[in-house]
Structures are given as structure tokens and as C-alpha cells.
């Protein structure tokens, strides 16, 4: 569930002694953050408020992400234009598209690539803006002239003709955005292909200002509310010394540099093999084991510890495994506090008093705080306390005030972006954006690459179909709402979707039942025969109990740069039963 406790657990874990906090964020947001950390310093994002022309890459907003996708709606309602990059034919591909641009799974960063060929072939970068801001352009310029429009056909699909006109699109057009979805990392080489779709902008000098790449500041749990808030102190001022390194540290350095948490990705190897330590307790805060690759092995590994307890506001497979499980109020049985990108703060109100035994999960984890005696005086004095500590910059000191207001209330401290401001201080190791990575380059000899290169993932002839998952359903939220019966009458069985030529190959009709397999599993699932999937690609949700996708994913399927699994391409072979 939501984001909204992490601070405070990862204080907790800090001031038990541990290093080890782990989150969703492992396989979630993170690597995205990343990329563009290891290019501007920080996080960016895209600010199209006033663009016309959007190239929406990997992006299905009409459902992912409602908010934005009512934005793009209104430019297209407006006359201006979208661009859908995706393997899948998506809603927004359906609806949105006045260019629907597909090219085969896993192959963006070479689509990319040859798109910044034609840039650069017709002079149309900003030429002032990458001598004066841009540090590795040489580099990056000499591995980009060798993915020509014909090349990048032969591995994408996509026509050498399309690529040119997509490159005119974007560099004719100065209000033109790309907003590249977190979707690109969820691939073995996630982090280098989300980079090399961020360099087109970076070709163009469309950072810094609006309409482009703007640097969001994290106010308080991954939002931005305007405000330096003292979310790091808070969990950084109880912190452990001479602990032992977090889960995943060692072998993903590069997210140990940039992330301050464990890569849960590296977790079950580690319960199970005891290396560089034993893990011998857990604590799990709304863990869901389907979110791991081969997802039925931190359950067996679960079993294996001295002691394990939950928390969760659902009876999932976990709390099965757990010795205790505690349960947790959801989120019409306690308040919370939000900040928001328009510079306001809001302090929500439980619609009804917390059922049976529930207690909210700041609640449970201020608790334990008391009853270990872990001597931690903040989060012993409960939610509240801490709140007031972590927003003390913000200028709010009245909090009954914003309790009881019925609306957001403004931040008094907050102050709006000053556009270009970015670009007076890069915080990259050369104060410049890199399209050479200098922290990645530190790793060259564990095999990640500076430069955003493409790596093609090759392929074994027994598993021929590259197989995408982790799309979401409009009536689900990843495995939540499976077992609500409206909800799950709208999709009811699991099934792949598969494109009409591949069915007719294998002589798979409509329902038919089929079995889809990898070196790791297999699963059941009906066949959905739809031009929604490419030819040689197959397309599944994730969510069903009976049907878990992930059960097939190979746990060592993970990018070297981040650790996040390759959810969106792997490889799996189809048969009908």
C-alpha cells in the first residue's frame, strides 16, 4: 500500500540498529530516479503545461496515471499533438495517438538513439546549450552515429521514415516534451534505455525551463510540496554506525551510491544462500511476495527465519507465513499528512473510527519504538511530534488549524521554481549534465556503462515469445481488488494476450487454455487474441493468485545498474493445453 509511513519505518529500522529498510521502491520508481540522478544530480520531471506537441514513451496515462492523463487530453482536445512509443497498443495509443510509433519490446534506447542520429545529422540540436551545460556530448555523439534510421528499422520495427519524422517532430516543435515512463526500467537494461530517451531533451536544451525537464524537489514522501523539509534529518540523525552493509549494497554499488536503502531484489538470494550475513528476522510492512521474481521463494525463505511478523490491511500470502500479524487501519480509519505540488499541506480525516483491532501503521511503528525502549524520545512521542519536526521549515505552526481545514492549506514557506534556476548549479560530480555518467563510470570494470547504450537481450529459441507484464488493469491496483467480485467480473480469468498471426501459428482459438512457460515455472492462463499485443510479443497482468506472471520471471533477471527485474521483457515459450 501507499508511500505515506516510510519515513518513519526507516527511522525505526535506524534506531533498532539496521541498515536494512527495503521498500517497493526496489522494482517501483526508483531506477528512474536514477537515471536521472546519474545525468542532473537529482530527479527531473516533465512539465508539459504548455507544450504541443507530447511523445508519450512508454506511457499509458488514461490509466496509469489519471491525473496526467486528463492533461494530455486536454492538448489533444486543443489541437495539439500526441506521440505513443509503445510495444503494447495501449488506451492512450487508441485514443490519444495522432502518431502510434511501436517498436518490438526492449529495442527504446535504439529508437532513441537513431532519433538523436537525425538531430545531429541535420544540425537541429541546441548546439549553444550542450557547449555551455552538457559534459560527455563527444562521446555520446560518436556512439549515436552508428544507430542510422535503416539500422535502427532492423532491430525496432519501426520504418526508417517514421524515425525521421518522429526527430523533425520534436525538433521543429520548441514546446515539444517527451515524458518517459517509469515502465523503461523495468527491463535488464532499464537504466541505460530511460537515458537514452532523456538525451533527446538534453540534445535539445529543453531543461530547466518550461515546457521540458524540470528538477522536483522531494518535500516529504516522494512529493513536492515547495519546501526543504527535514524528512532526511529525521532519518538520518539516528542512523547506526559499524552496522553491518544493507541487503543488495555490495552487489549493486551503483543503487548503494544513490539510494539510501537495501535492493530488495538481492533479499531472497540473500535468505537463502547467508551471504555476506545471515537474515535471521523480518519485519514486513505491507509486503507482497507476487512483487518478487519467482515469487514463491521469499515465502519458503520466510519460513526458514527465527521470526517474521506483518502488518497489512489484507489477509495477503505473507501474513500466512508470519508468526504475528498486526492489523492496520486503511485509509478511511486514520489521517495523514500530504503535501502536494501546488504548495499546499493537507491532514486527512478518518471517514470511521479504526475497526476491530486495527491501529494505523505510524501508530504500530511508534509503538514498537516504546516497547523495545529503543530510546528514540521523537518517535516515541507518536506521529504527530514527528510531523511537527519534519515540516518545522515549512512555516506552518498552527496544526489544529490544518487538521480542521476543510480544504488543502498553503505552505507560508513555499517558494515556486524559478525557471533556469536549475542550470546555475548542476550537483553532478562535473557540475554539468552528463550524458556521460561519472558515477556510473566509477563501475566500468562490474560492467556498467557511462554511456546510455543499448544492449540487446538475447534470446533462447526454446522461450521464442518476449513476454511484458506489470500493465495495470483500470479495475485493479496491482493484486488488490482480484478477490472483489464486480471488480473482478470485468477481467475474470487470467489470460495472455496474443496477436492474431502468433494464435493462428500455433493454432490457439479465442478462451482457449494455454500454458506459458519460462526456465523458472509455468502458469495456466485463457487466450485473449487482440491486435493490443505485437507479433512475437505477449502481454499479461499481473495480480491473479492463480496466474502469477512473476512466478516466471528468473530472480537473477535484474539490471546490473539497478537491480530492478526485467518485469517487462523476459522470455517464455506458448502452447495450447
Not at 47 to 54: C, G, I, L, S
Request: charged share 20%; aromatic share 10%; with cysteine.
Amino acid at each position: 500500500y501507499s508511500k505515506w509511513y516510510r519515513p518513519f519505518l526507516h527511522r525505526l529500522a535506524h534506531s533498532f540498529g539496521t541498515e536494512n529498510y527495503l521498500t517497493e521502491s526496489s522494482a517501483c520508481h526508483r531506477a528512474e530516479v536514477m537515471s536521472y540522478t546519474a545525468m542532473f544530480g537529482e530527479t527531473m520531471r516533465a512539465n508539459f503545461a504548455k507544450a504541443e506537441t507530447v511523445f508519450c514513451w512508454g506511457l499509458n496515462g488514461l490509466v496509469n496515471v489519471y491525473t496526467l492523463g486528463q492533461g494530455l487530453l486536454q492538448i489533444h482536445e486543443n489541437g495539439g499533438r500526441i506521440v505513443v512509443i509503445d510495444p503494447r497498443m495501449t488506451h492512450s495509443a487508441q485514443q490519444l495517438a495522432d502518431l502510434y510509433v511501436r517498436p518490438r519490446a526492449g529495442t527504446d534506447a535504439a529508437l532513441a538513439h537513431a532519433i538523436a542520429f537525425c538531430i545531429l545529422e541535420n544540425g537541429w540540436q541546441d548546439q549553444t546549450f550542450i557547449d555551455k551545460y552538457v559534459h560527455g556530448f563527444e562521446q555520446y555523439k560518436a556512439y549515436v552515429e552508428t544507430f542510422t534510421p535503416e539500422r535502427a528499422e532492423e532491430i525496432t520495427g519501426v520504418p526508417a521514415e517514421h524515425i525521421r519524422y518522429m526527430a523533425k517532430m520534436l525538433a521543429e516543435d520548441p514546446t515539444s516534451v517527451i515524458i518517459p515512463s517509469n515502465a523503461l526500467t523495468h527491463r535488464v537494461n532499464g537504466f541505460n534505455t530511460y537515458r537514452a530517451v532523456v538525451s533527446l531533451s538534453v540534445l535539445l536544451g529543453r531543461i530547466g525551463s518550461e515546457p521540458g525537464l524540470l528538477p522536483e524537489n522531494e518535500s516529504f514522501c516522494h512529493s513536492d510540496g515547495g519546501f526543504q523539509s527535514l524528512e532526511l534529518q529525521f532519518i538520518d540523525e539516528v542512523r547506526p554506525s559499524g552496522c553491518k552493509r544493507a541487503v543488495g549494497k555490495e552487489r549493486f554499488p551503483l543503487w548503494s551510491d544513490m539510494v539510501d536503502e537495501g535492493q530488495a531484489m538481492d533479499l531472497v538470494r540473500q535468505m537463502e544462500t547467508g551471504d555476506p550475513y545471515p537474515i535471521k528476522a523480518l519485519a514486513c510492512f505491507g509486503v507482497n511476495n507476487r512483487m518478487y521474481p519467482e515469487s514463491g521463494r521469499l515465502l519458503t525463505a520466510m519460513d526458514k527465519t527465527e521470526f517474521c511478523f506483518a502488518t497489512d490491511i489484507f489477509w495477503t500470502d505473507v501474513c500466512s507465513h508470519a508468526d504475528i500479524v498486526l492489523p492496520v487501519c486503511t485509509s478511511y480509519e486514520r489521517g495523514e499528512v500530504k503535501c502536494y505540488a501546488g504548495q499546499f499541506v493537507n491532514f486527512t480525516k478518518p471517514a470511521i473510527k479504526p475497526l476491530y483491532e486495527s491501529r494505523s501503521d505510524t501508530d504500530v511503528i511508534c509503538e514498537l519504538a516504546r516497547r523495545m525502549n529503543l530510546g528514540d524520545k521523537l518517535l516515541e512521542a507518536g506521529y504527530d511530534a514527528c510531523v511537527e519536526y519534519i515540516f518545522s521549515p515549512s512555516g506552518i505552526t498552527d496544526w489544529e488549524a490544518v487538521k480542521n481545514a476543510p480544504l488543502p492549506v498553503p505552505v507560508p514557506n513555499a517558494k515556486p521554481y524559478v525557471q533556469g534556476s536549475f542550470l546555475e548549479h548542476i550537483p553532478t560530480p562535473t557540475g554539468k549534465i552528463e550524458l556521460y555518467s561519472e558515477m556510473t563510470a566509477k563501475y566500468l570494470h562490474l560492467g556498467l556503462t557511462p554511456l546510455p547504450e543499448y544492449v540487446p537481450e538475447p534470446k533462447d529459441p526454446k522461450y521464442n515469445f518476449t513476454f511484458i507484464t506489470g500493465s495495470r488493469l483500470p479495475n485493479a491496483i496491482h493484486s488488490r481488488g482480484h478477490n472483489v467480485p464486480w471488480l473482478r467480473s470485468l477481467r475474470p480469468h487470467p489470460s495472455v494476450d496474443i496477436c492474431a498471426a502468433d494464435a493462428r501459428d500455433l493454432g490457439i482459438s479465442q478462451d482457449d487454455d494455454v500454458i506459458l512457460e519460462s526456465p523458472v515455472g509455468r502458469i495456466t492462463a485463457k487466450a485473449n487474441i487482440t491486435e493490443v499485443a505485437n507479433r512475437g510479443e505477449l502481454l499479461m497482468f499481473h495480480g491473479y493468485k492463480e496466474a502469477n506472471v512473476n512466478a516466471l520471471l528468473p530472480i537473477d533477471h535484474l539490471d546490473n545498474h539497478t537491480g530492478f527485474p526485467g518485469y517487462k521483457q523476459f522470455f517464455v515459450s506458448l502452447r495450447k493445453v
